[in-house]
Structures are given as C-alpha cells and as structure tokens.
C-alpha cells in the first residue's frame, strides 16, 4: 500500500534520508527535471555515432546559431544533455578536462566509457551526501573507441547504460516507441539523421523548427567531431541522403 501524500512530508527535505517505501524523493524530482527537458536522440550507426537535439529556441530574438546544445569533449567523443543545462555546463567541462589530463598523462585518447564512469561517480555522491542536490540533468556521451561507436546514457542517479539508440527529455515515450520499431543498427548516419527528424517532428508537432535542431556527428574512420549545417538538416528533414554519407559498398 502506497503512504497518503502527506505521510511522505519531510521525506524529501534532504537528500541522504529515504522515505518509508524505500525512495530517494529528491533524486525522482530530478528525474523528473529531465522528463521536462528538451529532446535529445542519440544513435550508433554502420559509420559512427549521432546526436540529435531539439534546442527549444522559443523567443524570436534569441539567436539560434548561439545556443549550444551539442558538446566536444574530445575529437572523438561528445555529449548532449537534458535537463538543467547548467549543471550539464559543470559535468561536460569535468569530462573535456579529464579527456586532456589523460592524452597529456598517456599521451593516447580516452575511451567513452572513462568519460562516462567519471560523470556518473559525480552524480552518485551527490546522492548521499548532506547538503548537495542531485544533478537535475541526464547525458547522452557519443563516442568512437578503436573503430567502434559507443552510446552511454547517464541519469541523476549516477546510473549508466550503454544503448544502440535512446532518447532523454519531453516526448522520450513517443519517440522510443518510433526507435524500438524504425532504428536499425546497419543504417549510416545520413539515414538514422532522417529518422531523428522524422520522431522530432511527430513529438514536437506544430512547434517543429529546423532552426531548433542541432545535429552532430562522429564517423569511425576520421574519429573527428563534426556538426550538420543548416542545409544537410534541411535536406535530411526533407528525406534527401547524400551520396557522401552512405557507407560504401565492398
């Protein structure tokens, strides 16, 4: 039986104190932050990894070009977030300092999961010690390890999966629902580019902008970060694929 809404008063005055039922209510209302946030996909692809998000520029005078929703944290990884944004600024700037610490240390690339493990033991300890708030915020880290493309997801726990395809933020059950039934690991960035659009698109409805799409990628031969332009976003959401983007045949 589940306790009345006033018996749980008191249970979420502190992060360190569970409730009754066995529930870290602080860390759930962070959860559901990041329900609230905008939609981010990611993807690994036959080429390499995608990261797709819905930037939410609402106000005409925002500029568009200079929100930032897709992050570098090294040539070979990178990182978007929903949520709070700027607890998201504190853990990307963490990951892009711990990927040169180790290339200067070892004098070669982190791998993802590195990354990944790093942001993750954050978010943990601010889930049991008194004073801090959990990290309002989940991460999805794209990354390219050897010639394989990795896909992490990251959640106010400190829990982390790795993933072919996910979704974080508003609209994460429709578009699953779209990746769990049209994703397929074999297609090339171009086309799972298309697909993205595609969920994008039948989430957000009316309010679908291309100028709210941000879109980069990383291919597992060059092992080089890169963002689409406004024209191959244009051309993706109208369900054209580019020659350059298709894998080659053997």
Do not use: W
């Not at 700037?93 to 200067?104: D, G, V, W």
């Not at 090339?188 to 990628?217: H, M, P, T, W």
């Amino acid at each position: 039986m589940q306790p009345m809404q006033h018996q749980m008063m008191g249970y979420d005055r502190a992060i360190t104190m569970f409730s009754p039922d066995g529930r870290l209510l602080q860390v759930e209302y962070a959860k559901k932050t990041v329900r609230q946030g905008s939609t981010a996909i990611g993807m690994t692809c036959s080429d390499g990894v995608l990261l797709v998000t819905d930037k939410r520029v609402v106000d005409s005078l925002v500029v568009p070009e200079a929100v930032e929703k897709i992050f570098q944290i090294d040539d070979h990884i990178m990182a978007t977030a929903s949520g709070i944004l700027s607890d998201a600024r504190v853990l990307i700037e963490r990951a892009q300092l711990k990927a040169q610490q180790h290339k200067i240390t070892y004098d070669s690339e982190i791998d993802t999961v590195s990354i990944t493990k790093d942001i993750c033991d954050l978010k943990q300890i601010c889930t049991q010690s008194g004073g801090l708030r959990p990290f309002g915020v989940a991460i999805l880290i794209a990354g390219i390890d050897g010639k394989e493309p990795r896909l992490f997801e990251t959640d106010p726990t400190g829990i982390y999966f790795q993933y072919r395809a996910t979704v974080i933020g508003e609209g994460e059950p429709e578009i699953e629902e779209i990746l769990h039934k049209e994703y397929q690991p074999g297609k090339c960035i171009q086309e799972n580019l298309v697909l993205a659009l595609k969920a994008l698109r039948k989430v957000l409805g009316e309010q679908f902008s291309l100028e709210r799409v941000d879109a980069a990628y990383i291919e597992s031969d060059k092992k080089h970060f890169d963002k689409f332009s406004q024209d191959d976003i244009r051309a993706a959401a109208a369900g054209e694929i580019k020659p350059s983007r298709k894998v080659k045949k053997k």
